[in-house]
């Protein structure tokens, strides 16, 4: 396993879990309380990183059913999974990542119909399934992430076309790099098509474009195009 580059997916995951929103969602995002400080925890300040999964401990700790809570901080145990992983502790590491995947799974359990749960768990797995090396092992979790994003589109259906370019195209391109990555071609297509329709002149569009041309996508195409910046 790679994780010395796992700080794309607080790439991936910031970038979605920050704007791909249910419509019925609360004012008070759970997101927007911590967001700022796992991106930058992510990206190297561990202080920031502790103060965020404090955040989800304290909210777990008045509700333990609080399932955005227990997603982030379980995408925050991933990721001190690979910071184990890359000192060298790979019994640690190893336990983390399991406790990790356990919390996110456990708060998509809990909401399975809430944006703000699946696409958090979607995109760090699909951006964590690019880092291995054994495609065994990343194939399932490239499976779940795109039943987290087929879930997501499902639930925006009556309201997808009224979001932004970068909601839209962020899960749109998920969905198509994720099967094209497990080889589902004609699902991709269909999806990298309806990128390029609907958001003609786009990053997304480009990538499409680009995949339909080609079949291939860097990592740096495939998703967290425009991120803290578009909205």
Known sequence: MKFSTLIVIAASLVGMAATAQDSTAPAAR??????????????????????????????LAK????AEALVWHGAGTFFESGQSFQAGDMAKGQQLWQLGLKE????????????????????????????LQNPAMARPLIETAIGDYERALDVQKKSF????????????????????RLGNEDQA???FE??????????????????LATKTLAPREAGCLGCHVAK
Request: aromatic share 8%; with cysteine.
């Open 104 to 131: 996110m799974d456990e708060a998509v359990q809990l909401a399975p119909d809430r944006v703000g749960v699946r696409v958090p768990r979607g995109a760090t797995l699909l951006t964590a399934a690019r880092r």
């Open 63 to 66: 509700d333990a059913k609080n």
């Open 189 to 191: 297509k269909t999806y």
């Open 30 to 59: 759970f997101d927007m309380q911590v967001r700022n400080d796992f991106f930058a925890g992510f990206t190297g300040d561990q202080e920031a990183l502790l103060r965020a999964m404090k955040i989800c401990e304290e909210a």
């Open 194 to 211: 309806r990128i390029r329709t609907a958001l003609p002149g786009s990053p997304y569009a480009a990538s499409a474009d680009k995949w």
């Open 161 to 180: 076309d009224s979001l932004g370019a970068h909601p839209r195209g962020e899960l749109l391109l998920g969905l198509a790099d994720g099967y094209a």
